[in-house]
């Protein structure tokens, strides 16, 4: 089989790598012309473009057998609610428009920010999107209409994605918002604080690809409640002898359970 990874990042590399050792061809796009060794070495077919580039995603797709988008706003331009609005328009909305006009098989990988905080119980795929102004859940839910309004479109939706050697860990992370947000951040503190490892972020979406399913599926490990962002990174900030962060509120993240019972009753199985 030949695949296409738009947008090769933690996420997206951890699958091409899944397929290339499964001996199927992987085509992988950067914007970074300098990661360009990286893809090669994990036997990567690289190509340099923007997924809402239609000539170059044209040219990337040639003779591939399905599409996935694993693509990512940058981190310096998601903590300004101004700034998300043109970044997550040309990452997330522009990326899907563009890969469903060149190829009919696109999986997108979205967020758990459409639920915004939820309601009832339990947010399951039926549960409804929300209406949330914030350029994060309208983005991710456009890009979602795109790739669900053609036959062959599939979404995942995923939390925060962690376990990579490259991340930030969490005390890290509070440092950073403290070092250079100010110890202020968009997000808000009543959300449950969801993570996913990303090899199973990216064992899902191979899953979702050679299962040939379609629709929308939750990708939550779902064994546990989590604790709320604000009370996890309020235990985070006394262990560093940090103030308390300031969560703004302006993107909103279920603050019910969410269940991935559609995902494990069609086979899978979280491994991390």
Known sequence: ?????????????????????????????????????????AGVEAVVTRGADRAGMRRAVEGADAVV???SPRPSKAFDARARVA????????????????????VFTSSGSVYGAGAGAQIDETSPTTDDAD????????????????????VLRIPDVHGHPADLDY?????????????????AGGSLLYRIDYRDAAAALDFLVAGDLTGVY????????????????AEICAAEGL???????????????????????????FAH
Do not use: Q
Request: charged share 20%.
């Open 135 to 154: 350029a994060s859940p309208r983005s991710f839910a456009a890009a979602e209409r795109a790739v669900l309004g053609t036959p062959g479109g599939a």
């Open 171 to 187: 005390p890290a992370r509070v440092r950073f918002a403290h070092e250079r947000l100010g110890g202020s951040v968009p997000f």
């Open 243 to 269: 103030p308390e962060l300031r969560f703004r509120g302006e993107i909103r993240m279920p603050e019910v359970p969410v269940t991935s019972a559609r995902l494990r009753a069609a086979g899978f199985r």
């Open 87 to 106: 970044e997550y328009a040309d990452t997330l909305v522009a990326s899907a428009e563009t890969a469903v006009a060149v190829h009919e098989r696109v």
């Open 218 to 233: 939750n990708a939550y490990p779902d064994a546990v409640t989590p604790p709320t962002t604000a009370r996890a990174f």
């Open 1 to 41: 089989m030949r695949y296409v990874v738009v947008g090769c990042g933690k996420v997206g590399l951890e699958l091409a790598r899944r397929w290339t050792g499964a001996g199927h061809e992987v085509v992988g796009t950067t914007t970074t012309p300098g990661r360009v060794p990286e893809l090669k070495a």
């Open 69 to 71: 988008l694993t693509v």
